[in-house]
């Protein structure tokens, strides 16, 4: 997906740079060769770019399991179709800082219903009407820290997402943290928040980039 005349990939990935994570890994499948030929090792950037090729679909999290050296030491994964100003390197230290298996970047989201709507009781009869309601939720913003330990709960080579994931790991009782991001972040998955993400990126450039 394409902003400003480049991948929102290619964003991402200038932004891990600026953050000094440079062993990277792109769990590819579908159009893996197209990937390969543009991002290439990820020199130009100053990353040492790696691609994993997942042969049939794993789902969200099940794709970690192809790659080598995660049960090793504590590792960032993220969606490459989010475009967002979140300083990795300060969640990383976040992270560090609260001891858990995983953290989780958050954002707080506030959706509109242009509708009226009601709420009705068991047999039907109405016991709240609310005129074009808001409602606040906290949203995953794909963006995760996990330690080593995660590798345990992600079976080799079988689908797994990553929502189930994180119950897995709760249920086990582990310590999965939020790290809530005030800043700017927007998931490019449906239209209309691509065509925003792309005004937005116009307007907030040096948000996003270091500029040469």
């Known amino acids: 997906m394409p902003i400003d005349g480049m991948p929102i990939l290619e964003i991402l990935l200038r932004r891990l740079s600026y953050s000094g994570l440079t062993d990277v890994t792109l769990t590819v499948g579908q159009l893996s060769q197209l990937f390969e030929a543009f991002f290439q090792d990820g020199k130009k950037w100053g990353l040492d770019l790696k691609y994993s090729l997942e042969n049939e679909p794993l789902g969200t999290a099940g794709p970690l399991s192809l790659i080598e050296g995660l049960d090793k030491q504590t590792f960032l994964v993220a969606n490459g179709d989010v475009l967002t100003d979140l300083e990795f390197g300060d969640m990383l230290s976040f992270?560090?800082?609260?001891?858990?298996?995983?953290?989780?970047?958050?954002?707080?989201?506030?959706?509109?219903?242009?509708?009226?709507?009601?709420?009705?009781?068991?047999?039907?009869?109405?016991?709240?009407?609310?005129?074009?309601?808001?409602?606040?939720?906290?949203?995953?913003?794909?963006?995760?820290?996990?330690?080593?330990?995660?590798?345990?709960?992600?079976?080799?080579?079988?689908?797994?997402?990553?929502?189930?994931?994180?119950?897995?790991?709760?249920?086990?009782?582990?310590?999965?943290?939020?790290?809530?991001?005030?800043?700017?972040?927007?998931?490019?998955?449906?239209?209309?928040?691509?065509?925003?993400?792309?005004?937005?990126?116009?307007?907030?450039?040096n948000s996003f980039l270091k500029e040469e």
Request: hydrophobic share 40%; charged share 25%.
């Open 95 to 205: 992270h560090r800082s609260e001891g858990g298996i995983a953290t989780l970047a958050v954002y707080q989201r506030q959706v509109h219903i242009d509708l009226g709507t009601i709420r009705t009781n068991n047999i039907g009869w109405v016991v709240d009407y609310q005129e074009k309601p808001s409602f606040e939720f906290t949203a995953t913003m794909g963006v995760n820290i996990f330690e080593p330990k995660v590798m345990e709960y992600i079976p080799q080579r079988q689908h797994l997402d990553f929502p189930d994931l994180v119950l897995k790991l709760i249920a086990a009782g582990e310590k999965v943290a939020t790290y809530p991001h005030h800043g700017y972040w927007m998931d490019l998955g449906s239209p209309l928040d691509y065509q925003q993400a792309v005004k937005d990126f116009e307007r907030m450039r």
